[in-house]
């Protein structure tokens, strides 16, 4: 079993920066890739960027590349996101999840365990 807890979420101007947490309990964290996924007001959950157990791979939704950058710390159990050049349409809840073996996914029904969200807002 695993818990995901995030933060770092806030009130950011466009152009602004933000760096996402999410820390994990268990053992398990390391085996796992990790992914995060953002949700607006009225929209479906959509993916923003995976990370594979090692590190050593991540993916990114097109809208995002160039801005933001995953990255993981095992020693840690903590994956981060760091969110550059942010723009309203950025504005949204952020999700971490995890649980699924290997590479990342960019489909939320292939991750098991889901953290409660931070708010990210974006004013223009």
């Known amino acids: 079993q695993v818990q995901l807890v995030e933060s770092g979420g806030g009130l950011v101007q466009a152009g602004g920066s933000l760096r996402l947490s999410c820390d994990a309990s268990?053992?398990?964290?390391?085996?796992?890739?990790m992914g995060w996924f953002r949700q607006a007001p009225g929209k479906e959950r959509e993916f923003v960027a995976g990370?594979?157990?090692?590190?050593?791979?991540?993916t990114y939704v097109d809208s995002v590349k160039g801005r933001f950058t995953i990255s993981r710390d095992n020693a840690k159990n903590t994956v981060y996101l760091q969110m550059n050049s942010l723009k309203p349409e950025d504005t949204a809840v952020y999700y971490c999840?995890?649980?699924?073996?290997?590479?990342?996914?960019?489909?939320?029904?292939?991750?098991?365990?889901w953290g409660q969200g931070t708010q990210v807002t974006v004013s223009s």
């Open positions: 999840a995890g649980g699924r073996y290997g590479e990342s996914s960019s489909l939320a029904y292939d991750y098991v365990y």
């Open positions: 268990g053992r398990t964290f390391s085996r796992y890739a």
């Open positions: 990370i594979s157990w090692s590190g050593g791979n991540s």
